[in-house]
């Protein structure tokens, strides 16, 4: 029997409190149960799961950014010994509907993006061609006999110059421009404060284009039975139920055929959100084969076909009274979207969190989002937040240097305080509670900020002048809710699911939708659900990411999981504990008052002489026999939970940077984070998560960038020998310090964490070289920071300066 | 089918085997692939990445920069040798376990065979030298802290056993 149980209202205060005093998981750093696997090398990510008689899909790519397909000669491929089977555009149009997407911007049109180029490609990269043989090895041999006739079209790869008049159209049947779409929020009347401010800051922001590179590149693994209309996916994602609603829709089969499986994923950083060409070529493959088609993205094509991240240009405008009090805060900002809209398309949340953790209440923003002729841009961790952070944060430390003020009194000045929440910003979202001006101070007072302000800017014996800088943010965590996503057109929900199922053995399967990416949702859930069955953590055991067993949910995103999952795993677990005490109870002979869950036990609650074990309390359950006249045979519940609104997670971040004035070499020798994320489940994995996130956010503010030649249009650090990630040696020391204010939207008072690193790194370190550096009057507008940027902005400070003496 | 297939003669994880590869099979998809030991994973395939390291002959090797008949004759260690015979992680595998040095996991085998070998070097190494060394495996998940914690830690308990192997000798 399922008890389905209804998602209830938000959890009453004094509830949460009660709970919270009698925590014996929850907050506890349990040690992982997926390391267990992982450290013996028996996880199974995608390319470990292998098929008899499977074959192996090779992709052929557009190598020009523009280009039209005059023709295609597969006929020398095809007569390759091992070669089965060759896809082209035209087949593709003829067997599927072009690929769909999971967060539309509003009013944007369905762009005809099929799995394979029709009549013409728009990036480098896009698959032209694929074909299935015996090995991987041989199906490359074949792509390189395929002939194809390109005719390069003219192209555009920086997104200001696509709309502007006379750009090369990429999709000019669907578009009358580059424009894909464009939207806004307001609040207020920004533009008259502005007029009005006695300080109006402008400037252009531009955040450079990176990968979320995560270790492992994308694959899938396609079984079709014919017989039983059944297509097996295997894949690394992050969204099994959704990759199946969009497989669904592009293959024009019901989802009931499709069951989607994920078991270890190599990391998705939001690059494994949704359905990318490949997975419907492999489906397609293996449809007409009938045989098992594997394709594994090898590195060198990760570069290419898998969605960038953060490209954008930030047009912002700060104003504010003599006082240094913002009075209103405007921001338009261009998205480089790439060639086709990716499943996740450009990022809202730079309109959400915009104002960041300030006082204002007139604001506008405008996002523009444009087309080029580059690699998709989709969500990468953070997903608009840490290019708001770093426009923003900047501009303070800017207003501070004009208005001849302290950065950090500039800050809490502005800052709102705890009772100024909930806040609404203009985008409609809540903050719903934090102390974020503490997180400041605690920041200011890691790094020793006063007496670092009051001492000269002068050069240490080697050269170098130290410098500090801030950088204060809140977070969106999770979704507000269905209704808010219908809004922005969302093709999914905000909520989680579970369902915990008893088995004979006494202990609990525990079946979430969600994935497993790192994220160490296995350890949590179990830890939850632990906590409110009175149950062992071991008896929990979590089964992850599989459409067939799992209840439908929305996946690993967003920092969103444990906002919703929290209210579904108690939700399930309320309904699933009294019905194990009822049955408990009964075997016992006691009232269900009198009987509390233990280890693996039911027992009396104060005689200890009265016990039965969970594994006869479940088979009475699964049989059916030995339980009341009024129960029904079965334990297994499900619930499906939204949180009532989005919980903001907040913080401040302080580097520490040494600069040499002459050659603009730098390092940073100290990174402090001050963050809340709520009540923490697993303090170690919330560590884990801050400092991961952290390094991928000093990776693309120090030196991480996807760049393109401006001539031919071609990705210039396309391997993993050109583009920088950080190393062991290059992470700087980093010292993190957390307060705990608990959400009063989430269940158990949680906030997201999986994201929050990434945010505040590139502000941090620009405003801690201008610091180092005021005497010589740089600035910073652009990600990443390197030595070479830093010694042009001395050069041009010093231009400015003589061209100011002359 | 066959093209130009070789056999290979090898000791994998103390075990005597002998399989077939193609003469451009790189020595990481030999092991996954032909021989069955998918705990070593494949990353780059340009030896960046680091995620296909192992142990050949007692050095650490990046097996997707090998070719497979280079295994010819070789003993070979792989992620799956390390857990003790009872089936308990051993220590390396413990102290990763201990200080979260894996989230994902998928590049956690090339470490713990890299940090099995720095081991077998019986020389003390500060955390700086530590950073140095596993700079050659990369990890986009933990930000390596807790990688270096557990190799720290291990390399010093790998230091305290050989020191005391040496009183009793």
């Known amino acids: 029997m399922n008890e389905f149980v209804e998602a209830p209202a938000a959890p009453k205060e004094t509830t949460r409190q009660e709970e919270s005093l009698k925590h014996r998981l929850i907050g506890t750093s349990v040690p992982r149960t997926e390391d267990e696997r992982l450290l013996r090398g028996d996880g199974r990510f995608t390319d470990d799961v292998q098929f008899a ?24 491929a095809l007569e390759l010994e091992g070669v089965k089977h060759v896809l082209t555009g035209e087949q593709v149009r003829e067997q599927s509907a072009p690929l769909t997407v999971l967060r539309p911007v509003p009013g944007a049109p369905q762009l005809p993006y099929y799995a394979l180029a029709q009549d013409k490609a728009t990036y480098e990269g896009q698959p032209v061609v694929s074909v299935v043989a015996v090995s991987r090895a041989l199906a490359e041999d074949a792509i390189e006999l395929i002939e194809i006739e390109y005719e390069p079209l003219p192209h555009v790869s920086d997104a200001i110059a696509a709309l502007e008049e006379g750009a090369p159209l990429l999709h000019p049947q669907s578009l009358a421009s580059n424009l894909l779409a464009s939207n806004g929020d307001r609040a207020g009347e920004p533009e008259a404060r502005i007029e009005a401010a006695d300080v109006v800051l402008r400037s252009r922001m531009r955040i450079g284009r990176v990968t979320p590179l995560p270790m492992e590149t994308r694959g899938v693994v396609a079984v079709w039975r014919p017989g039983a209309r059944e297509l097996s996916i295997h894949t690394s994602t992050q969204v099994p139920h959704l990759v199946r609603k969009q497989l669904a829709e592009s293959l024009r089969i019901g989802e009931e055929c499709i069951r989607v499986s994920a078991s270890d994923v190599g990391g998705g950083f939001g690059m494994k959100l949704g359905v990318y060409p490949e997975d419907v070529l492999a489906s397609l493959h293996a449809m007409a084969l009938r045989r098992p088609v594997k394709w594994i993205e090898d590195r060198m094509e990760h570069f290419r076909a898998s969605t960038h991240g953060r490209e954008s240009i930030h047009d912002y405008c700060l104003a504010a009274d003599a006082e240094g009090r913002f009075v209103a805060m405007t921001n338009t900002y261009t998205t480089d979207i790439g060639g086709w809209n990716s499943p996740f398309g450009s990022s809202q949340l730079s309109s959400v969190i915009f104002t960041g953790p300030y006082r204002v209440a007139d604001a506008a923003v405008e996002r523009r989002v444009a087309m080029t002729n580059k690699t998709p841009v989709g969500a990468y961790r953070g997903y608009g937040q840490p290019e708001v952070n770093f426009a923003l944060e900047v501009l303070v430390d800017r207003l501070a240097r004009k208005l001849g003020k302290d950065p950090l009194a500039l800050r809490e000045l502005n800052m709102l305080r705890p009772e100024d929440l909930p806040w609404t910003v203009p985008s409609g979202a809540v903050y719903d509670s934090g102390d974020y001006l503490r997180t400041l101070r605690m920041a200011a007072e890691a790094v020793d900020y006063a007496a670092h302000r009051a001492s000269p800017r002068v050069p240490r014996p080697d050269g170098r002048i130290l410098g500090i800088g801030l950088s204060s943010f809140v977070e969106r965590t999770g979704y507000a809710s269905a209704r808010f996503l219908a809004n922005r057109g969302s093709k999914f929900g905000a909520h989680e699911s579970v369902t915990l199922r008893a088995n004979r053995s006494g202990t609990i399967d525990l079946y979430t939708g969600v994935s497993s990416i790192g994220q160490s949702s296995e350890t949590a859930f179990a830890q939850i659900c632990a906590e409110v069955l009175g149950v062992d953590f071991d008896a929990v055991r979590v ?166 030649d401006a001539v031919t ?24 310090l957390h307060t705990e204010v608990p959400s009063p939207v989430t269940t158990f008072g949680v906030r997201g964490v999986g994201e929050v690193g990434t945010i505040p790194p590139g502000a941090a370190i620009a405003n801690a070289l201008c610091d180092a550096l005021a005497d010589y009057g740089v600035e910073f507008s652009a990600l990443p920071i390197t030595p070479e940027s830093v010694w042009r902005a001395l050069q041009a400070a010093r231009e400015s300066t003589q061209g100011a003496a002359a | 089918m066959t093209l130009n297939e070789n056999e290979i003669t090898l000791t994998l994880n103390g075990e005597s085997v002998r399989a077939w590869a193609p003469s451009r099979m790189h020595a990481a998809d030999f092991l996954r692939q032909r021989l069955g030991r ?62 979260h040095g894996l989230q994902c996991g998928f590049c956690t085998p090339g470490f713990l065979m890299l940090a099995t070998s720095l081991a077998a070097r019986g020389e003390p190494m500060s955390r700086e030298q530590i950073r140095d060394e596993i700079s050659g495996v990369l990890c986009r998940c933990t930000g390596y802290e807790g990688i270096v914690r557990a190799v720290e830690e291990y390399l010093q308990l790998q230091q305290n056993e050989g020191q005391v192997v040496e009183v009793e000798a």
């Not at chain 1, 008689?53 to 020398?76: T, W």
């Not at chain 1, 002489?609 to 009024?630: E, Y």
């Open chain 1, 713 to 736: 249009g071609q990705l210039l650090s396309g391997s993993m020998l050109d583009y920088a990630v950080p190393r062991a040696a290059d992470v700087p020391p980093i010292e993190l």
């Open chain 1, 53 to 76: 008689h499977q074959l192996e899909m090779a992709v052929g790519r557009c190598p020009f950014p523009h280009a039209r397909i005059l023709s295609i000669d597969v006929s020398r």
């Open chain 1, 543 to 708: 089964h992850s990411g599989d459409t067939a067993s799992s209840p439908l949910n929305t996946g690993a995103f967003a920092s969103r999981t444990l906002i919703a999952a929290a209210g579904a795993l108690r939700e399930a677990a309320l309904p699933f504990r009294d019905k194990t005490l009822r049955l408990g109870a009964w075997a016992l002979g006691i009232a269900p008052e009198e009987a509390v869950i233990e280890g693996y036990e039911v027992r009396h609650r104060d005689d200890a002489d009265k016990r039965v074990p969970l594994s006869d309390v479940f088979s009475r359950a699964i049989l059916g026999q030995g339980i009341p006249h009024d129960e029904t045979p079965g334990l297994e519940t499900t619930a499906h939970f939204e949180p009532p609104s989005a919980a903001f997670s907040f913080g401040t971040a302080a580097a520490v940077v040494a600069v040499d004035p002459e050659t603009g070499e730098f390092s940073v020798e100290r990174f402090v984070m001050v963050h809340d994320c709520g009540v923490a489940v697993n303090p170690m994995i919330v560590e884990g998560q801050v400092r991961g996130a952290l390094v991928q956010g000093l990776g693309a503010a120090l030196g991480e960038e996807l760049r393109y």
């Open chain 2, 38 to 99: 998918t705990g070593t994973h494949v990353g780059c395939e340009q030896g960046v990445c680091g995620m296909c390291t192992v142990m050949v002959d007692g050095q650490a090797v990046k097996s997707c920069l090998m070719l497979a008949a280079q295994l010819d004759g070789a003993e070979v260690r792989t992620v799956e040798s390390l857990a003790e015979e009872n089936g308990d992680l051993n220590a390396l595998q413990q102290a990763f376990k201990r200080h």
